[in-house]
């Protein structure tokens, strides 16, 4: 929203956009050390084991899946 409400519905130096791009700064802040931390998971209720980030074979297979879905969605969706 930060950017596509820049200079046309608020001026940059306004405070609904400075507000803006502090929240999604602290929202991503708060995503990566929840990810990184996983408070009040259990190692085996986490939904995605740390075990699968550190395996090459499964980082390669979740790239692949990825990768497919992007292009299933082009191939739907895409230009046209």
Known sequence: MALQFRGTVYAWDSASEIV?????????IAFVLS???HPFVDAGDRYYPAYMLRNLKL?????ATFA??????????GPG
């Open 20 to 28: 803006l791009w502090v929240f999604s700064g602290v929202l991503l």
């Open 59 to 63: 980082g390669v297979l979740q790239l």
């Open 68 to 77: 497919a879905s992007g292009a299933v969605y082009v191939c739907m969706y």
């Open 35 to 37: 990810h990184i931390f």
